[in-house]
């Protein structure tokens, strides 16, 4: 998946579902896996996708979301106890408040009216933006922006103040000095100049205001892209270049895209989340199409990767369902608005 540990950015969509059960107080949350990786993120999620589907979101799981926050608006990925205060980030141990956790609460709590917990979750992760525009999943002292992180906390930012800014994703960016096949994928993050597909997807997918839940529409045949020669050469935006990377990726693979970094198996949140970004976009039609077939064949293997549903994977495809227009109730043969009503803890 990366070429970074796998306690890393954004991949509570894909993560580490274990079988241990959820606390007994844990009303309202979705999933009965092991919160303490993913509870923040995947709560959100499900929140999103309930929303996109026009799905009326239970004020239990709204509850337990606002009760997970901070004092300071930040959020942790899991707080067994919520009265203690939250520790700070901390980049070595993997612990604390976290970007990708806060980034996608504030988009929750925005969907249901929580406006004034957005705007707190906003402003911690203002405050915790690196020098160089980025933001890392656990801010701190030595700790290193990356794609993913600074694309979901960019996309938070953007949904609440209508401001976003993607100095450092260009500034990641893999563009006319690449190889060919590269061009237009962004890498990890400063470190690993090379292509990431998962960061890629994340990041197109956020710029293309994923958080915000864009309205759907006609599918267009063509995708934008980066034109390395005559008058527009390396002029297209971040968004429009990874945008063309995608779609020709996703073709060469036909959907099935495969983990980056050495690790096996199918990313099947960066197909997803790859998808999202061409269909918000209205491009890619051919990527698109291709790419939701294999999602809707794989959905349960995907969802029960673990052995059991997990609430991610639920949201993310209720989401492409929104964004493809097709139908969440029959998504594959697969009702995802069941199986993820059927996930929350009661």
Not at 8 to 35: E, I, K, N, S, V
Not at 191 to 217: I, Y
Request: proline letters at 5%.
């Amino acid at each position: 998946m990366f070429t970074k540990p796998l306690i890393t950015a954004g991949m509570a969509t894909a993560l580490l579902f274990t079988a241990a059960p959820a606390m007994a107080d844990d009303t309202g949350l979705y999933g009965a896996a092991d919160p303490a990786f993913d509870g923040a993120y995947r709560q959100s999620l499900s929140i999103l996708a309930l929303t996109a589907a026009g799905k009326t979101v239970p004020r239990s799981a709204t509850r337990w979301l606002r009760q997970q926050q901070c004092d300071d608006g930040g959020f942790v990925a899991y707080r067994a106890d919520t009265g203690p205060s939250c520790p700070a980030p901390d980049p070595v141990s993997f612990a604390g408040q976290d970007t990708n956790s806060t980034a996608t609460a504030a988009a929750a709590l925005l969907a249901t009216g929580n406006r004034k917990a957005a705007r707190q979750a906003v402003a911690w992760l203002v405050e915790h933006r690196d020098a160089d525009g980025g933001w890392a999943y656990y801010p701190g002292a030595g700790a290193t922006a990356d794609t993913n992180s600074t694309a979901l906390a960019n996309a938070a930012v953007a949904a609440v103040r209508g401001k976003q800014k993607n100095r450092y994703l260009r500034t990641i960016q893999l563009r006319c000095s690449a190889p060919k096949k590269s061009r237009g994928a962004l890498a990890f993050d400063a470190s690993l100049p090379e292509a990431n597909d998962n960061a890629t997807s994340q990041a197109a997918w956020m710029l293309g205001g994923g958080l915000t839940l864009p309205t759907p529409g006609k599918i267009s045949k063509s995708s934008p892209r980066l034109t390395c020669s005559g008058k527009n050469r390396n002029q297209a935006s971040v968004k429009q270049a990874a945008l063309g990377y995608l779609s020709a990726r996703l073709l060469a693979v036909k959907g099935r895209l495969p983990y980056g970094g050495g690790y096996p198996g199918t990313d099947y949140a960066g197909a997803a989340s790859a998808t999202l970004a061409l269909a918000n976009a209205r491009a890619g039609r051919k990527a698109v199409k291709t790419t939701t077939r294999f999602l809707k064949s794989s959905a349960d293997d995907w969802i029960t990767a673990n052995g059991q549903d997990a609430p991610g994977p639920i949201a993310m495809l209720i989401l492409l369902a929104h964004a493809t227009g097709e139908n969440p109730k029959d998504f594959g043969g697969t009702n995802l608005i069941k199986r993820l009503a059927k996930s929350q803890t009661r």
